[in-house]
């Protein structure tokens, strides 16, 4: 990865700031590579960087994108023509060269070959006969909901879980993939995490720009990212995203299987990690996957209580979950907590975000960052008409 792009177009400035460049480099190194990565310093204006588990058209991407963060950050925008990473390739005979590789033309490579193997995907799509009855005339249109969630070490309300819904007359509505006519079939699948990303997205930079800070999560299913020609068209997506907002944005993968390869969960969270603050896993409290969640290099583990919060396995589920993520290292994430009482226990069980109706419903958009004490939590829904929180600046 070298910095040659970045000394032209400083010219005479290199000088004075060529120290500083080094330590944004290095810090943007340490935020973007995973512990089994490996980088040093090559000369005064190259690093080589060895990735444990990618291939190289990741691992020039992630390189790339390390570059134009660094144009935007010390010019005020990145010229994607001149960003240039190479790899190492051995030939046969034990010699060694280095094959460039510039943004632009990799982007470009990344939007053909999505487009041609979505049209592949679509063509060899089979009607589906399985038994799920799905009447969707009178359905509602897809309409994108948020839920808050307590950061329990902190005392903020801060995060906000984007989710589709779409109602149904005189029923009530359906939610996440449940909303799509086959919710087997990955391509609408994907389909729907872009649009929700993109809808989250737009709604999060007009928010921004009014001042209202909070971090948004955005749902990412397992099968949109499972097959290269899906996970192009969705890396295609999140590099629509502007630079600024990323800091702002964690991504929760939805629909892991059942005994997930960490091969293939790492795969995912280095995709997903230039493009936001931090990548979680939704999992049953009582999966057996937190370990592959947490050498993946994912931060949080996400549960759901199922309806009605009583009985004693429940909470012993609850209790393993959170008791095996904090030995892995892992924050933990709650969703679905209705009252105090279950609120309580997940606090003393170490859980790290609270949501559901006991902090509030799911709301039209995100709002402005608050504290909340763990009384006010506890006592009183955070969202309530005519209240009046603290903003957190």
């Avoid at 340490?30 to 080589?48: G, H, I, M, T």
């Avoid at 990548?279 to 209580?305: I, Q, R």
Wanted: net charge negative.
């Amino acid at each position: 990865m070298g910095l040659e792009s970045l000394r032209e177009k400083l010219g005479n400035r290199w000088g004075a700031v060529a120290d500083r460049v080094h330590q944004l480099t290095e810090r943007l190194l340490r935020q973007q590579l995973k512990p089994a990565d490996a980088w040093f310093r090559y000369n005064n204006e190259s690093y080589v960087v060895v990735f444990a588990s990618l291939g190289p058209s990741e691992s020039r991407l992630i390189c790339a994108k390390i570059l134009e963060e660094l144009q935007r950050m010390l010019l005020g925008e990145a010229d994607a023509q001149s960003i240039v990473v190479h790899t190492a390739v051995y030939e046969m005979n034990s010699d060694v060269m280095f094959e460039p590789a510039r943004l632009c033309d990799m982007l470009d490579n990344f939007a053909t070959q999505a487009r041609e193997d979505v049209a592949a995907d679509q063509s060899s799509t089979k009607p589906w006969n399985g038994y799920r009855y799905n009447s969707q005339e009178n359905w509602g249109p897809l309409e994108i909901k948020y839920a808050p969630f307590w950061d329990t070490r902190t005392g903020t309300v801060s995060v906000f879980m984007a989710r589709p819904m779409r109602s149904r007359p005189e029923r009530s509505p359906v939610w996440g993939y449940d909303c799509l006519e086959n919710p087997e079939d990955p391509a609408p699948i994907l389909e729907m995490d872009i649009q929700v990303m993109r809808s989250a997205v737009v709604s999060a930079l007009e928010l921004h720009d009014q001042r209202v800070r909070f971090f948004l999560s955005l749902p990412v299913h397992f099968e949109s990212l499972a097959v290269i020609g899906r996970r192009r068209e969705f890396q295609a997506a999140l590099l629509e995203i502007p630079g600024h907002m990323r800091p702002f944005l964690t991504y929760h993968i939805v629909g892991a299987p059942s005994g997930v390869p960490v091969g293939r969960l790492a795969e995912m969270v280095s995709l997903l990690r230039p493009f936001g603050r931090m990548t979680m896993v939704m999992l049953e409290a009582g999966s057996g996957d937190l370990p592959a969640v947490a050498a993946a290099g994912a931060k949080v583990a996400c549960t759901a209580l199922p309806p009605g919060t009583a009985g004693d396995r429940l909470r012993q589920d609850m209790l393993r979950f959170a008791t095996t993520a904090a030995k892995l290292r892992l924050r933990t994430s709650v969703e679905g907590v209705m009252d105090s009482a279950m609120g309580e226990f997940c606090e003393a069980a170490g859980v790290s975000f609270i949501g559901g109706p006991l902090i509030s419903n799911w709301l039209d958009r995100p709002r402005q960052a608050m504290r909340r004490t763990r009384e006010e939590v506890l006592n009183l829904r955070v969202y309530e008409s005519g209240s009046h929180p603290q903003d957190v600046e």
